[in-house]
């Protein structure tokens, strides 16, 4: 990290770019400042995902509307200054770039004029990302070795202008315009009036880079019925020229299988970003709702494992705990001495083999009395099995039942949590009765009990109509079907990566 992070007396301000819609076109350098703010002010269409890289004390402060501020930007400046004479170290994130249509300048002039220090960390600006993300290049050798980005703006438009719209009609290849869509007719009749031809392609993008983008296209001559017809609304780039060509070529983005779908995951929110990676890896919206918590039982005191022939474990959750409360006693993995370990998943193989351990049996199935009846001889053998304090009696009673001696200790609980999610319980429940989440994802029993217990005023068959489920294996689907929901899509293994690929071959099928 650069040395000019750290705290200075007088404070100081970092002019952020976020990017335009995707949260991981952020810059390293733009990360590192969220990781190092005491307060953020952001703006209105930022992803607010963005500030979970920030600290738990970071004040978040959301900009003003400039739609219903007129001083939205003297308000700004103040509050940069107010804070950073503070002493705070305070990031000023902005969409896109900062010095592109982004009055970043007018805000490090503010900074300067009160003698405050700040640096620009740049983004990735929309005409770029937006372009790149449906299939149109801003320049390729064939067909644009020149670009201009322009405002599109009413001010743009008028007659004391300082824009030259005479000349910029016919002198670059590619002209991508910034927040032009309320003033497009405008703007198409000005080029096609000074000289740009109407069978020119034209490409608006809305929403780029995000799964809700939309992309119509035309020409100088009828781009403004096309728009008209679906209808599309800001925010939009417009993008003219020749390359808008190379789309149906190139588009990739808008071609992934889960492109659009919005998809709610109830998982514990620990646990659910390489679920959500993955999903939105294949261009999907996920919404995090988590609907339990890992929470662990205070007070246990976990008896050494070389005192067992075996030790179970069936969750990540389990080992991460253990082996806490393990270093909390002052040891480590050397506890386990001569004892055999069971690992019932790939998860939690990866989990031991973390810690630097390699478990001696990994079962076929997960299933509680699949796993008893795959052991070895386990007659008189003394077995330890941490896990969660809801677990299913059936892996222990199995193992009874084949004389083994089993501690059954209660680690950790899975609790019900009331909302914490990115939407709130009443706008996701809205978005469920009207058909606006496609999917919903459930990882555990617990998930599907706890969800509809958020929802019950709603029966399922109500509640989710228009909605398709998914389950990571047999157990959590028997459970949903319980309650009376139908099953659309259902993992081959009890991982999220073959509940991920379930969904996906289901989306691709269609």
Same mark, same amino acid.
């Given at each position: 990290?650069n &040395?000019?992070l750290?705290?200075?007396?007088?404070?100081?301000?970092?002019?952020?770019?976020?990017g335009?819609?995707?949260?991981?076109?952020?810059?390293?350098?733009?990360?590192?400042?969220?990781?190092?703010?005491?307060v953020?002010i952001?703006?209105?269409?930022?992803n607010?995902?963005?500030?979970?890289h920030?600290?738990?004390h970071?004040?978040?402060?959301? *900009?003003?509307?400039?739609?219903?501020?007129?001083?939205?930007?003297?308000?700004?400046?103040?509050?940069?200054?107010?804070?950073?004479?503070?002493?705070?170290?305070?990031?000023?994130?902005?969409g896109?770039?900062?010095?592109?249509?982004?009055?970043?300048?007018?805000?490090?002039?503010?900074?300067?004029? &009160?003698?405050?220090?700040?640096?620009?960390?740049?983004?990735?600006t929309? &005409?770029i *990302?937006? !372009?790149?993300?449906?299939?149109?290049?801003?320049?390729?050798?064939?067909?644009?070795s020149?670009? &201009?980005?322009?405002?599109?703006?009413?001010?743009a438009?008028?007659?004391?202008?300082?824009?030259?719209?005479?000349?910029?009609?016919? #002198?670059?290849?590619?002209l991508?315009?910034?927040?032009?869509?309320?003033?497009?007719?405008?703007?198409?009749?000005?080029l096609?009036?000074?000289?740009?031809?109407?069978?020119?392609?034209? !490409?608006?993008?809305?929403? @780029?880079?995000?799964?809700?983008?939309?992309?119509?296209?035309?020409?100088?001559?009828?781009?403004?019925?096309?728009?008209?017809?679906v209808?599309?609304? !800001?925010?939009?780039?417009?993008?003219?020229?020749?390359?808008?060509?190379?789309?149906?070529?190139?588009?990739?983005?808008?071609?992934?299988?889960?492109?659009?779908?919005?998809?709610?995951?109830?998982?514990?929110?620990?646990?659910?970003?390489?679920?959500?990676?993955?999903?939105?890896?294949?261009? #999907?919206?996920?919404?995090q709702?988590p609907?339990?918590?890992?929470?662990?039982?205070?007070?246990v005191?976990v008896?050494?494992?070389?005192?067992?022939?075996w030790?179970?474990?069936?969750?990540?959750?389990?080992?991460?705990?253990?082996?806490?409360?393990?270093?909390?006693?002052?040891?480590?993995?050397? #506890?386990?001495?001569?004892?055999?370990?069971?690992?019932?998943?790939?998860?939690?193989?990866?989990?031991?083999?973390?810690?630097?351990?390699?478990?001696?049996?990994?079962? *076929?199935?997960?299933? @509680?009395?699949?796993?008893?009846?795959?052991?070895?001889?386990?007659?008189?053998?003394?077995?330890l099995?941490?896990?969660?304090?809801i677990?299913?009696?059936?892996?222990? =009673?199995?193992?009874?039942?084949?004389?083994?001696?089993?501690?059954?200790?209660?680690?950790y609980?899975?609790?019900?949590?009331?909302?914490?999610? =990115?939407?709130?319980?009443?706008?996701?429940?809205?978005?469920?009765?009207?058909?606006?989440?496609?999917?919903?994802?459930?990882?555990?029993?617990s998930?599907?009990?706890?969800?509809?217990?958020?929802?019950? @005023?709603?029966?399922p068959?109500?509640l989710?109509? =228009?909605?398709?489920?998914?389950?990571? @294996?047999?157990?959590?689907?028997?459970?949903?079907?319980?309650?009376?929901?139908?099953?659309?899509?259902?993992?081959?293994?009890?991982?999220?990566? !073959?509940?991920?690929?379930?969904?996906?071959?289901?989306?691709?099928?269609?």
């Open positions: 990290m &040395a000019s750290n705290k200075l007396p007088t404070g100081i301000v970092y002019i952020v770019g976020a335009p819609g995707d949260r991981k076109l952020i810059t390293l350098k733009g990360v590192e400042c969220l990781q190092r703010a005491d953020v952001y703006d209105l269409l930022l607010d995902a963005l500030l979970e920030c600290p738990p970071t004040e978040r402060i959301k *900009a003003p509307d400039p739609r219903v501020r007129a001083t939205r930007q003297a308000e700004l400046n103040h509050l940069l200054v107010e804070h950073a004479k503070a002493g705070k170290v305070v990031v000023r994130l902005k896109g770039d900062p010095y592109i249509f982004g009055r970043g300048g007018e805000e490090a002039m503010a900074l300067t004029e &009160a003698g405050i220090p700040f640096e620009v960390v740049p983004g990735i929309s &005409a *990302a937006a !372009s790149a993300y449906a299939g149109i290049p801003v320049t390729h050798r064939d067909y644009a020149s670009v &201009a980005f322009v405002t599109g703006h009413s001010a438009l008028r007659s004391d202008s300082n824009i030259n719209w005479e000349q910029l009609a016919t #002198a670059v290849d590619t991508v315009v910034y927040m032009g869509v309320a003033h497009l007719r405008q703007i198409v009749e000005r096609i009036t000074h000289g740009r031809h109407p069978a020119t392609p034209v !490409s608006l993008v809305r929403v @780029g880079t995000t799964p809700q983008q939309q992309v119509v296209q035309g020409t100088l001559a009828d781009i403004v019925s096309k728009v008209a017809a209808p599309l609304k !800001s925010p939009a780039v417009i993008v003219v020229g020749e390359v808008n060509r190379l789309r149906q070529q190139l588009r990739w983005f808008d071609t992934k299988p889960l492109f659009g779908k919005r998809i709610l995951v109830t998982r514990a929110r620990a646990q659910a970003s390489q679920f959500a990676d993955l999903l939105e890896a294949n261009g #999907a919206e996920v919404i709702f609907t339990i918590k890992i929470q662990p039982i205070e007070g005191d008896p050494s494992p070389s005192k067992y022939d030790v179970i474990f069936t969750s990540v959750n389990a080992i991460q705990i253990f082996h806490e409360r393990l270093r909390e006693n002052g040891r480590d993995v050397r #506890a386990f001495g001569g004892t055999k370990i069971c690992a019932v998943g790939p998860k939690t193989v990866e989990a031991l083999n973390a810690i630097g351990i390699q478990p001696d049996f990994v079962p *076929a199935r997960a299933r @509680g009395s699949a796993i008893a009846a795959e052991m070895e001889n386990v007659s008189g053998k003394k077995i099995l941490p896990r969660a304090k677990a299913m009696s059936d892996l222990p =009673d199995g193992l009874r039942e084949r004389g083994a001696h089993v501690d059954d200790i209660p680690l609980d899975t609790l019900k949590v009331a909302s914490d999610g =990115d939407k709130g319980r009443d706008e996701i429940e809205t978005d469920l009765l009207n058909g606006r989440i496609d999917l919903v994802t459930f990882t555990s029993s998930t599907v009990n706890n969800f509809l217990e958020m929802f019950r @005023g709603h029966t068959e109500t989710l109509a =228009d909605v398709q489920i998914a389950a990571i @294996g047999p157990e959590t689907q028997k459970t949903a079907i319980k309650h009376g929901m139908q099953v659309d899509m259902v993992a081959k293994k009890a991982t999220i990566e !073959s509940l991920a690929e379930a969904i996906i071959a289901a989306y691709h099928s269609l």
